[in-house]
Each structure stands twice: as C-alpha cells, then as structure tokens.
C-alpha cells in the first residue's frame, strides 16, 4: 500500500540548495485556505518560487493551500496556488519556528515582481 505524501516526508529540515538567496525576509499576516478550513500565520520569508509561513497548523508535504498574503508595501493583498513542500512542526525549546515551506504554484506576476522589489530596497538599505 503506497505511503501518502505526508507520511514519507513529514519533516525534511527545509531546502539544502541555495533557492534561499533570492529570499526575502519579512514578517507579514499571511491566510491560508485548505477546503472549508482557514487559518493565520506569519510569512517570515518569501522569494519568487516560494514562501516560509510560519505557523503552528501541521499540513503534510505535497498538499495544496490558497495562500492569502498582506504585504506591507502593496495595498491589496496578493492570492496564490501553493504546495506544501516541507513542515517544522513546533519543538520545546528549539529556536526555529513551528511552519511550512510553501511553493507557489500558479504564482502571480506581482508576486514575483513584489518579491524582488523587496529584495532590492533592502539590499540598497545595506549600502
């Protein structure tokens, strides 16, 4: 009987590739949907293929969520596909926050666009 998704690979400790050096930090109110079920979160990164969500909500790896995101530059917030790629579920005493690794899936343009504007007024801020 095959596994699901969610039981081969609950907890993989997050991207070993350098995917992360596009990433921006934030700290922005995130809604994800799943269903009829919905809950908050804190988007602690985001870059243009995907976003941390930090959240104590365990979703398995492979699922699907309509993430809602409130960026703190843009007025309206942003909507997009994900999937779950990993999860951190919550540990005493461990310095990491409790989330998920979300992939955008049918990312919108402005994400992206979004994403790299915040790269770039951050990384003029450094100079």
Same mark, same amino acid.
């Given at each position: 009987?095959? /596994?699901?998704?969610?039981?081969?690979?609950?907890?993989?400790?997050?991207?070993?590739?350098?995917?992360?050096?596009?990433? !921006?930090? &934030? *700290?922005? #109110? /995130?809604?994800?949907?799943?269903?009829?079920?919905?809950?908050?979160?804190?988007?602690?990164?985001?870059?243009?293929?995907? !976003?941390?969500? @930090?959240? /104590?909500?365990?979703?398995? /790896?492979?699922?699907? !969520?309509?993430?809602?995101?409130?960026?703190?530059? *843009?007025?309206?917030?942003?909507?997009?596909?994900?999937?779950?790629?990993?999860?951190? #579920?919550?540990?005493? &005493?461990? *310095? &990491?926050?409790?989330? !998920?690794?979300?992939?955008?899936? *049918?990312?919108?343009?402005? @994400?992206?666009?979004?994403?790299?504007? &915040?790269?770039?007024?951050?990384?003029?801020?450094?100079?």
């Amino acid at each position: 009987m095959p /596994v699901p998704p969610s039981e081969q690979r609950p907890y993989t400790g997050g991207r070993k590739d350098k995917g992360r050096a596009n990433r !921006v930090r &934030l *700290d922005a #109110p /995130v809604h994800l949907r799943r269903g009829g079920a919905s809950w908050s979160g804190v988007a602690k990164d985001i870059g243009p293929g995907g !976003v941390f969500v @930090a959240t /104590v909500r365990f979703l398995g /790896v492979g699922e699907r !969520v309509t993430l809602i995101l409130e960026m703190p530059i *843009d007025a309206e917030p942003i909507e997009a596909l994900a999937e779950v790629r990993w999860c951190r #579920p919550f540990m005493e &005493l461990h *310095d &990491l926050p409790a989330g !998920v690794g979300l992939r955008f899936i *049918d990312t919108p343009l402005r @994400a992206a666009i979004l994403a790299n504007e &915040l790269r770039r007024s951050r990384q003029r801020a450094a100079t």
